[in-house]
């Protein structure tokens, strides 16, 4: 016959926290282990995809280690993915870059039509 495991938490539901395992001691008993919740890694505030560099942890364990494990030195370090800076950059570099175009036609088209007349 099986032996018997008792609960060692009071809350007696199978709920998401409160996962466990059977595990046998040296002693030869059958106890459980409760297991904690998977951490997760934080993800591009863009494209979703995990940020390297920075641990998968639970929320609460963030508070505990240093603000150079938590971040990445670059522009939008602990936010952002380096692929979706890139992008943002470029982007910025070609918008600026249409309204100088915009501004040279501009001033071209009135200088054609300031020599027309």
Do not use: W
């Amino acid at each position: 016959m099986a032996q018997r495991v008792t609960l060692r938490k009071r809350t007696p539901y199978n709920t998401t926290s409160n996962r466990r395992r059977v595990v046998k001691t040296p002693g030869g008993k059958l106890v459980y282990h409760h297991l904690k919740k998977p951490a997760t890694q934080p993800k591009c505030g863009d494209c979703g995809t995990g940020l390297p560099g920075i641990p998968a942890l639970r929320p609460r364990q963030y508070a505990t280690i240093s603000k150079r494990q938590k971040t990445v030195r670059r522009a939008y370090g602990g936010s952002r993915c380096g692929d979706c800076v890139k992008s943002r950059i470029l982007r910025a570099f070609l918008v600026e870059e249409a309204k100088i175009v915009k501004k040279v036609i501009k001033q071209q088209q009135k200088t054609a039509a300031t020599s027309r007349k």
